[in-house]
Every structure is written in structure tokens, then in C-alpha cells.
């Protein structure tokens, strides 16, 4: 029956089609779950206020004559560069370097490009990678490179507006900072409000965002500024022995309880929490002797960095 052997053979053809794409779409799927269950290398931001508060080579610090501080509440954060560090002399860039966010030259010289920065939030992972994509070894030291932070302050206003209204009160307002090297910023929110840039800004650059309001009175007040050239506090306790540039803001600190082991066999993930002190890290120069930050008084911001950072292997 030369027709019914010809129906068999179509038969045929369909059904070892059919198994071909059941094989290849197994293997397709194999693979994807695969990647989603390899072990990964996992770093999660904590900010924490009581963490103690460290200078540039990781010795406590007092706040200076004549400033003030106070301890922000962390919105988000950026990290710009992660690298893995084996020993206390091991140079900057010689380690495991596991991470480095996008640069640009749009704004002139090589800078962060801040419209392509991933922001995390207290105990929100800011970056994973597969533990098979780590150089195994054994590390005694974190660099984390910090680029932006966002957080919530408490100010002071006493002004009177309009010669008829008195304000004289504390308010809450909203910093956006930028702590690395240099960075493009074509524009940022700070919490309702955009500020348009197109430009590089070099490490210390802020803007600042409030309502004041009272007595039938209320504004949105956006204001921006420049901390002084090198007055970011970078914690580095290994200075003397592997130091960052000046300008950067690569804080680093040692593995607890213990040296980070990579093996390249892990079967489980390993978390990273990465602490960092926000411990009075957000200071500037009094010109009102009150203990509060005056904006409008014209008080200078001269330092936003962080004052310390634990990481701690999970």
C-alpha cells in the first residue's frame, strides 16, 4: 500500500521532529536552570548609625572644632568598583577585581556614568556573581568603591519670609551626594525633584531637596553645592601598605570572622554583608552655634563619606 507507507513515513518525519525540539528545548532549559542555581558571590548593604565612626586610615574620629555632623538615613547607594584583596600589601587593582560599573567620556575627562549606576537600599543586594567567575583563593580585605548615596536628613530653618512670616523650626530634607572619583551626570532626582547637569562632577558634589512650610506658607526648595577637594573621608586601615589615590572613594576593610575562601567548588552561595557607618557622616562647618545643619544660614557641607565599613562573610 504505497499510500499508507507514505503517511507512515510523514508520521515518522513529524514525530523525530517533534522529539529533535523536545531534546533541544530540555537542554535549553537544563541550562538556563543550571544558571539559576550555580552558588553566586552575593554583597548586601547595611548602613548602620552606631557602627563606630573611623577616620581616612581607620583610627576613631572625633568631629572637629567649629563643625557638626549628624547621622543620615540611608535612601540607596551605588557601588562603582568591587575587588577581592589577599593580603594588607596587595596593590590596588591587583586583586580579584569582580566588578566595575560603566564609565563615560561625555563629560570631558574618564568619569562614572551615573545614568547607568544600580542603586541599593539597607539589606538590598547591590551585586551578585556566579562563584565560578571568582578567582579562587583566599582574601583578607574588601575594596568597595562607593559612588552615590541618597538619604534623608533633620535641618534647621530660622528665617523670616516675606518680612511678615518667622520660621524658626527643624524640617526633614533629602541629600543626594556623590562620593567617587568623578562622575557624569546628565540628571538626578534627589526625591521629588530633578536637577539637569550634563557634566562632570567631582567627588563632594550634593544637591539638596526640602518643603518648608508653616503658617498658610509652604515651598520646595532645591539647592546644590561642592564640598572641598579631598575633605571625603575614604576609611583605607591598610594605607601605609596599599593606599588608593587621593579622590577616589575605595573604602576598604578585612573579611569577618575571617579571610574570604574561594574554592571554585562551592555548592551553596556565600553573602557578603557589607556594613557601612553612617555614624555622624554627614558634616559641615557651624556659622550658627546650634548643633544643626542651617542651609539657608549658608553653613558649607565638608564631608559625606562613609565612616567605616564590617563585611561580614554570612
Request: proline share 4%; charged share 20%; aromatic share 10%.
Amino acid at each position: 500500500m504505497p499510500g499508507g507507507s507514505f503517511a507512515l513515513k510523514r508520521y515518522s518525519m513529524r514525530f523525530f521532529l517533534f522529539c529533535m525540539i523536545v531534546c533541544v528545548t530540555g537542554i535549553s532549559c537544563s541550562k538556563q536552570n543550571d544558571a539559576a542555581t550555580e552558588p553566586k558571590l552575593i554583597f548586601r548593604f547595611k548602613f548602620d548609625s552606631t557602627q563606630a565612626r573611623l577616620n581616612n586610615i581607620g583610627e576613631p574620629s572625633v568631629i572637629a572644632a567649629g563643625h557638626a555632623a549628624v547621622s543620615p538615613v540611608f535612601n540607596k547607594m551605588s557601588a562603582h568598583y568591587i575587588e577581592l584583596a589577599e593580603a594588607n600589601n596587595t596593590a590596588l587593582g591587583a586583586g580579584a577585581i569582580i566588578y566595575k560599573a560603566p564609565e563615560t567620556t561625555l563629560g570631558g575627562e574618564n568619569a562614572i556614568d551615573f545614568n547607568k549606576s544600580v542603586l541599593a537600599g539597607n539589606n538590598e543586594v547591590f551585586y551578585a556573581v556566579s562563584l565560578k567567575d571568582v578567582m579562587p583563593g583566599e582574601y583578607e580585605w574588601l575594596r568597595v568603591s562607593l559612588a552615590y548615596q541618597n538619604y534623608s536628613i533633620k535641618y534647621h530653618v530660622d528665617t523670616t519670609i516675606a518680612d511678615t512670616i518667622t520660621i524658626d523650626q527643624d524640617f526633614d530634607g533629602t541629600i543626594a551626594s556623590f562620593i567617587g572619583y568623578n562622575t557624569y551626570i546628565n540628571s538626578y532626582q534627589i526625591k521629588t525633584q530633578s536637577l539637569l547637569v550634563n557634566e562632570n562632577r567631582k567627588q563632594g558634589y550634593w544637591g539638596f531637596e526640602t518643603e518648608i512650610n508653616g503658617d498658610g506658607f509652604s515651598e520646595t526648595i532645591t539647592i546644590s553645592g561642592q564640598a572641598p577637594e579631598g575633605a571625603t573621608t575614604v576609611v583605607n586601615p591598610i594605607a601605609a601598605t596599599s593606599p588608593v589615590p587621593s579622590g577616589s572613594c575605595v573604602v576598604t576593610a578585612a573579611f569577618l570572622p575571617g579571610k574570604l575562601l574561594i574554592t571554585g567548588k562551592e555548592t551553596a552561595n556565600v553573602i557578603v554583608e557589607v556594613s557601612l557607618s553612617v555614624n555622624k557622616s554627614f558634616e559641615w562647618q557651624e556659622i550658627v552655634d546650634n548643633g544643626k545643619w542651617d542651609p539657608l544660614k549658608g553653613e558649607p557641607v565638608v564631608d559625606m563619606g562613609i565612616r567605616g565599613m564590617i563585611p561580614t562573610i554570612q
